[in-house]
């Protein structure tokens, strides 16, 4: 699987989160009281902290638990927003961008156990007293080769060093004219992290990735290995002019280390350094934020749907001058301009499809790894995962799909144990997949966990006060009504899994933003699947056109199965509403002209019917004429009018005329 | 016993320097695939000591054939050959379990020196 592709859009998205978190720190801070934005950080925090944790970036899904610990308390008015605590959410998020750049370039992690204390000491101390600053970053210029340890990296010596480590300053130097000195020096951690710790890399990681240094470097690292030993395997890499690994002064931990670790010369060292440009002493500094790889293109939606309309006007332009060269000789020369067009059209639109492969490959990991935190047995079933659909539709359901596959490890699967007493299979399974159905994608997520425990639910209601005490028993789809609510959670403790209920009403609202729904379906004890529908937005789709009522109406094909001429004799009523048998089955037959309030249908003779698929149902429409297929252009239509019932938008004809596109499944209630 | 390589480079005449080279140095070169898919089939077989990996190749790439043969072997011992400007692709190599790596053109000091570090 691409995991570099999928780490640029985690990368790119987590960036905006902290762009967010940044920009709503500051208008809380004007206005604290403002319990919208505390609610929209701790949400970004907490999609953060789940992205994080999905790629397996363990640093900085905890850094943001942390954050989001405090940031549940404010929202809770437990924590009182005072310019120390907001100061702590501004050095925090800081630390974010940081660990964030770091994690994505692949870089040594800084350790913040500081930056956690920090948090966790407002967390626990909820009328905080100590005025706590964010971390002062030290940006010395130096002559020589030196290395100086901040605060924390300082403190984390300390701790290892307790712990039965050794600090050593190892300076590498690599043979002079060395090829490719950045990969000689990835060679070199690869070697050293086998059997240590790197604290600090002078020159930064970032210059001896861009080859800014001249043949030597100091790392600072933490190991249970002798001092020989480290030598022997940093030698054991090729192109090593020479090591030198000598012991930190463990007493002199409480100042800042100045060492010269060039002073100890008992090995020849091929080179030395002329003129080295200043060196950053610390790894978190600015400079790591430049550095982004551009491996993944983001072309702006705006610029894409540019592109798309103006693809859309001249596949419209196409169909005009077909239908004026009709009859004539040019139909040859036309050819040329269909297939031009034709191909133009599709690449276009394949810039905008991606197969949901991209967002469904995170999962096995995900669920590994949460198994494991959650110590069930649980197999991740995948299907579907070619279907492929809008890439800004794929941009954002990943976000949904991790709340739901979390709680449904979380809320979902019975521990082992408890399965095997029910009789159950000891693995529980989750089912992710995904399928177009009409003119929709369907993404279903189901686990056959307990279900969803109705009692439990209404319990919880009622005290939250989202139902009256007299509330009778719920259905399954009230009280999937209930779990996808504000403020509504199960979860008995907060885990790092499940959250603290924020999950499912995310889901909906962004389900919502992308005009999809949510259904639940479950038996309790035995299933819950829940089933996202979302709309497959293209912009240009292919359509059956047909009058009503004089109106030239057009149908998405994805939704018509067939069409059939039926004679009036072969029209049957069954509860009040018309029917006809096809091949066995009873189609209900519907009005077209009715349904969307024209005058009813008046024809002789046989009746044309567009039998059309509505959430698994056929249902048959009868219409005035048929037009035929047509590729059309969907234009949403703005403003008063953009909400009307069985109309999905509007398009312009070949013939210059206004179609209206039909909605089906709003068509019918 | 003079330990086995395998040598794999899509162009005879880098398998031919890189053999010379090799085989001057003592060390016993005991196939030559030219390209990722041969030279996992030949690891299979043979099982050598040591395995050079060009990465350009056709059929199969080099960092394929490494991850391919790390599945076989989680020890093997494999020098990664690059040319001059495909870092990113050593860096991924490496990654991918490969030893030690070496740029072209060759430098016969330089090759010797890869065998004799990771067969210690």
Redesign the interface.
Known sequence: MDISSFREVFAAEARDYLQSLNEDLLSFERNPSDKDTVDDMFRAAHSLKGMAGTMGFDVLAEFTHEMESVLDLLRNRELEPTTEVINALFGAVDTLEILLEQTISDAPITPVKEQIAVLEALTKNPTPTAVVEPVQQEDESADSLVVQLDEFNRETIKQGISQGHSAFFVKVTLRPNT??K??RV??VF?AIEQVATVIQSNPSVLELEEEKFDDSFILTILTKESKDSISQIVN????IASVDVSELPSDDNQQPVQDEVSASKEQATAATQTAPSPLRANALTPVVKQHRSEALVRVETERLDKLINLVGELVTSRTQVIEMAKGDDKIGALDQLDRVTTELQYAAMSLRMVAIKQVFDRFPRMVRDLAQASGKDINLKIFGEMTELDRSIVNQIGDPLVHLIRNSIDHGLEPSADRVAKGKPKTGTITLGARHEGSHILIEISDDGQGINLERIRAKAIERGLIGPQHGELSVSEAGELLFSPGFSTAQEVTDLSGRGVGLDAVRSVVHSLSGTIEIESEPGQFMRTIIKLPLTLAIIKALLVVADGETLAIPIQAVRENIQVERDQIKTVQQHDVIMLRDEVLPLYDLAECLGFKPLKVDGPLPVIVVEIRGQKVGFVVEDLIGQQEIVIKSIKGTLSDIRGIAGATVLGNGNIALIIDNSTLIG | MAKTVLITDDTAFMRMTLKNVIEKNGYNVVGEAGDGEEAVALYRELKPDMVTMDITMPKMDGITAIKEIMKIDPGAKIIVCSA?GQ?PM??EA??AGAK??L?KPFDAE?VV??LR?IS?
């Open positions: 090829i490719l950045s990969v990835y060679t690869q054991s890499v090729s192109e | 001059m870092k050593v860096i490496l990654s030690d790596f740029v330089r020196e890869s570090k210690s």
